[in-house]
């Protein structure tokens, strides 16, 4: 029988953590979330560690049936990159600006990186964007069409949450996703490479 989990109404990225741990334990748990957000940190963190998920919406919660690899379920989500070091390269944009100095300069060379970016080898599997960073995932960036352009291509865009509410901008995001630490430390943590701009 699976483990329940009720991690209803707590902030992330407890739900993620406490699912985890009971995935430590357990061969299946079923971890109740009151949002969409925390349903997609869930299921993110427990493909990544092999598992399929099966989301069900009824009126007192989202229930993700989680099992380990082997247990079918209807709908599941991508699986896991490789062991640590055999992971994508993954890219941190740290702010909106690139370089030291002129902050005029550093957005005008910002908008080449990234207009350059989609055209070169080898693409980064994920882009995470934070700090003042996440100013050129929302509306109104002067890379916002690059940045799309680069979503077009498979790229996985991640944008700190904690970061956009900081700015008082998380209504404002115009590509990728919002993200958590849990999923930004452990994506960087899989990584076969990481660069930061």
């Known amino acids: 029988m699976a483990k329940i ?5 707590l902030p992330c990225p407890q739900p993620v953590i406490m699912t985890r741990n009971a995935l430590q334990e357990c061969a299946a748990v079923t971890t109740q979330v009151a949002h969409e957000p925390s349903q997609q940190h ?15 919406k009824l009126d007192d919660g989202i229930y993700l049936h ?10 599941t ?37 990234f207009h350059t970016l989609g055209e070169i080898e080898p693409l980064p599997g994920t882009i995470i964007f934070f700090n003042s960073g996440v100013r050129l995932v929302v509306e109104g960036s002067p890379v916002l069409e690059d940045l799309l352009s680069l979503c077009d291509k498979g790229i996985e865009i991640l944008a700190c949450g904690t ?3 900081y700015f008082g901008l998380k209504e404002r995001i115009a590509v990728g996703e919002v993200s958590n630490m849990y999923t930004i430390a452990e994506t960087l943590l899989r990584a076969g490479r990481v660069v930061s701009l």
Do not use: K, N, W, Y
């Not at 989990?5 to 109404?9: E, K, L, M, N």
């Not at 989680?66 to 709908?75: D, F, Q, V, Y």
């Open 5 to 9: 989990v009720d991690a209803r109404g």
């Open 42 to 56: 869930v299921a993110r963190m427990a493909a990544r560690s092999g598992c399929t998920v099966q989301a069900e």
């Open 66 to 75: 989680i099992a380990r690899e082997g247990t079918p379920l209807e709908h």
């Open 77 to 113: 989500v991508p699986q896991p990159v490789g062991a640590a070091g055999e992971g994508p390269l993954v890219l941190t944009i740290p702010d909106e600006s690139m370089g030291r100095g002129e902050p005029e300069l550093g957005q005008i060379l910002v908008r080449g990186f």
């Open 163 to 165: 970061c956009l509410d």
